[in-house]
Antibody, heavy 119, light 111 residues
Framework: QVQLVESGGGLVKPGGSLRLSCAAS????????MSWIRQAPGKGLEWVSY????????YYADSVKGRFTISRDNAKNSLYLQMNSLRAEDTAVYYC????????????WGQGTLVTVSS | QSALTQPASVSGSPGQSITISCTGT?????????VSWYQQHPGKAPKLMIY???NRPSGVPDRFSGSKSGNTASLTISGLQAEDEADYYC???????????FGGGTKLTVL
């Protein structure tokens, strides 16, 4: 069965950095686009970034462009999100999700990892 | 402010039907048949319920159905059950650089 497990969240000061990981299993990871989606406490879902199956195509939300970097290692079945220059408004649960690259459907989600940006 | 507009809340009694709307523009909902709906219970990850406007993934009860007219998509849940109480989010492919937009979410209360 498809499983996505995020890790790497935690408490970080404004301006700091954090690297999130997502370990995938139960499907051929290298065949699928992947995305990061976040949810601030008590708020709705916000798409953050996606990466194509090969890693050649990448998109970012305007709110994170220039600060966050998405990457993947198909040999390790892993997805990453490097987050730099973190702000209080980046505080959220971050989900990784398997993505259909044409319809932008997120068919499987991880359980999420909480990132808190606070001094 | 979310790119897609959903009602903040809807409610219904067990056995009844409810419909949640999701209004966008011709650049997203109206322009493509790529609307999805997600269910999220408190403290849990979202779960895909409907994709490409009206398709149900395997395992999703046929009480859940989706449709679209113009710039508005709809999720209908018939035969409401207590376990349907959750937040529901729509999303759509968009021609803008963001590629996908979400609605603000709708809280469904089963009375």
């Amino acid at each position: 069965q498809v499983q996505l497990v995020e890790s790497g969240g935690g408490l970080v000061k404004p301006g700091g950095s954090l690297r999130l990981s997502c370990a995938a299993s139960g499907f051929t990871f290298s065949d699928y686009y992947m995305s990061w989606i976040r949810q601030a406490p008590g708020k709705g879902l916000e798409w953050v970034s996606y990466i194509s199956s090969s890693g050649s195509t990448i998109y970012y939300a305007d709110s994170v462009k220039g600060r966050f970097t998405i990457s993947r290692d198909n040999a390790k079945n892993s997805l990453y999100l490097q987050m730099n220059s973190l702000r209080a408004e980046d505080t959220a649960v971050y989900y990784c999700a398997r993505t259909d690259g044409y319809s932008m459907t997120f068919d499987y989600w991880g359980q999420g990892t909480l990132v808190t940006v606070s001094s | 402010q979310s790119a897609l507009t959903q009602p903040a809340s809807v409610s219904g009694s067990p056995g009844q039907s409810i419909t949640i709307s999701c209004t966008g523009t011709s650049s997203d909902v109206g322009g493509y048949n790529y609307v999805s709906w997600y269910q999220q219970h408190p403290g849990k990850a979202p779960k895909l319920m409907i994709y490409e406007v009206s398709n149900r993934p395997s395992g999703v009860p046929d009480r859940f159905s989706g449709s679209k007219s113009g710039n508005t998509a709809s999720l209908t849940i018939s035969g409401l059950q207590a376990e349907d109480e959750a937040d529901y989010y729509c999303s759509s492919y968009t021609s803008s650089s963001t590629r996908v937009v979400f609605g603000g979410g709708t809280k469904l209360t089963v009375l």
